[in-house]
């Protein structure tokens, strides 16, 4: 019997929460991000196969070179002489080290495309031995048993059968070309050869990066299934970085009670006070380097309201009467805390009209 977790999806695990910010920037610095491999892959065949065809007559060049040194020389000198040795290595190096840099540069094009940058990290090579024990379910799971698997599947298919025909219509049409090649000499029949093979490499490598758009895609897709995180995950990473939500409440009431003991320094402090006239006061601090939008710094109604506006007159400061804004104020927003965003268009002129008073900018 086969298990139908296998084929779950992220919703029927309980991961219905998109991944946030935090863990895919954990993610990144771990090397785990959304790459296909096919990506990589074709760019490295198809600037390869490129750098064959621009350094091909070159490096066949060298080729003949050495074949001639060695037919010419191999009756005459000991070939395990250093100097002999000597001649090959750079043979070799001239080769292949261009094709070798080539594929190296390639590589790393294709991976810092896909990663939006360079990263680098020892976590992808640091050693887990808990995989050393072969879970033969897992692996059957996602090679067989998963959409990745199946899809995987059907991509080779459609890359074999994609080249297979590319190669089947090439060499079909050139059929009558290499038949009459047994009537030429060896060199057109290897230039001629050599052609067709790159003409083969340059389409399969064409139809390997075509392939590799679309499963980058569903790469980035799956990745970002995985990630998905479940409403108590939400929950935890919540608690660890904006600290726990009760130690949060029990520091904002601390902070509030802190303000309200220093009333008078807050209000004299502050670029506004709205007032209704006579029930209720808000004052409002906005230091726009610091604070995203302005601040109730004190608030009061009656008794306390008519004590802010005697501070904010010794100070100097603005009393604005604006009874719905006050009123609002007053009721929506704690001492300590930004104005919610209805209230900045109405704040802003009045802000502007404060700060024309007093010569601000």
């Known amino acids: 019997m086969i298990d139908l977790q296998w084929f779950a999806s992220a919703e029927e695990e309980d991961r219905t929460e998109q991944p946030s910010e935090h863990k895919l920037r954990k993610a990144r610095e771990e090397g785990r991000i959304p790459k296909s491999q096919e990506v990589t892959g074709a760019l490295v065949m198809l600037l390869v196969v490129l750098s064959l065809v621009a350094l091909g007559s070159w490096i066949f060049s060298g080729c003949i070179e050495v074949i001639v040194f060695y037919l010419s020389n191999c009756t005459k000198i000991d070939l395990l002489d250093p100097a002999v040795g000597k001649v090959f290595l750079q043979f070799f190096l001239k080769s292949i080290v261009p094709l070798a840099a080539t594929a190296l540069v390639a590589a790393l094009a294709g991976n810092i495309i896909q990663n939006k940058g360079f990263i680098f990290t020892t976590k992808t090579i640091t050693p887990k031995f808990n995989k050393l024990i072969p879970k033969f379910g897992e692996y059957f799971k996602k ?7 199946i899809f995987n599947v059907v991509k080779s298919l459609l890359k ?3 080249v297979f025909i590319s190669a089947w219509i090439i060499i079909k049409n050139d ?3 290499l038949l009459s090649m047994m009537n030429v000499n060896l060199w057109n029949g290897m230039v001629y050869l050599a052609g067709m093979v790159i003409k083969l490499l340059l389409v399969a ?3 390997f990066l075509v392939v590799a758009v679309p499963d980058y895609f569903v790469q980035r897709h799956q990745f970002m299934e995985s990630m998905k995180m ?8 919540y608690k660890e970085l904006e600290g726990d939500p009760f130690v949060k409440g029990r520091l904002k009431q601390y902070i509030r009670e802190m303000m309200s003991r220093n009333m008078r320094e807050n209000v004299a402090k502050a670029d506004v006070v709205i007032t209704n006239p006579t029930h209720y006061a808000v004052a409002l601090l906005y230091e726009r380097e610091t604070m995203q939008a302005p601040m109730v710094t004190a608030k009061g109604v009656d ?8 501070i904010a007159r010794e100070n100097d400061v603005e009393i604005v009467e604006n009874k719905p804004l006050a009123r609002a104020l007053y009721a929506e927003v704690e001492i300590g805390d930004i104005i919610p965003e209805q209230y900045y268009k109405a704040l802003s002129i009045i802000l502007m009209r404060v700060y024309k008073i007093k010569g601000k900018k």
């Open 143 to 149: 090679t067989l048993f998963s959409m990745e698997g």
């Open 160 to 162: 074999v059968a994609a």
């Open 175 to 177: 059929l009558p070309t």
């Open 205 to 207: 490598a064409i139809i």
């Open 230 to 237: 479940t409403k108590q995950e939400v929950k935890e990473e």
């Open 303 to 310: 008794s306390v309201a008519q004590r802010i506006k005697q």
